[in-house]
């Protein structure tokens, strides 16, 4: 039985870009990037062609990472994502759904082909199609949060 971390302290943002990497790879049996510790933070930061996104297991979960492809779709700063309630991205209407997609991502794993309405902080809205989205599991077993990759996004 997997179990939830309330509060998952990382030693470095490496230490979690590394769990995202793995845990996508374990989950989906897919490789997000090839993994080297020294090149992985500014990969994923700098030079891939997607958004990614994670946040934790609080009972409200925060962002706690995004790559620039994601900030510069959701119109913030690394500071304003990573101090935004991950519901937020959503607007009012459409939480509903997105809460349904995350309780199914804590039941199988991760999902594939999500696609759903976001919202940047200019007020924006965009669809994004084709998402997968999945827990992030450490060593222990233990879930740590959950992250999306976003490839693929149609502004409205």
Known sequence: MMRKVEKYRYDSVSDHLELLVKSYERLTGKILIEYDQLDTLPILFEKV????????TEEDPVFNYGNRCALELFEMSFEELTN????KSAELP???ERARLLAEVTAKGYIEN????RMSATGKRFRIEEATVWNLINAEGDCCGQAAVISKWVML
Do not use: K, Q
């Open 49 to 56: 062609d997607f958004a990614l996104v994670s946040h934790g």
């Open 84 to 87: 935004l309630p991950s519901r």
């Open 94 to 96: 459409n939480r509903e």
């Open 114 to 117: 999500y696609s759903g309405v």
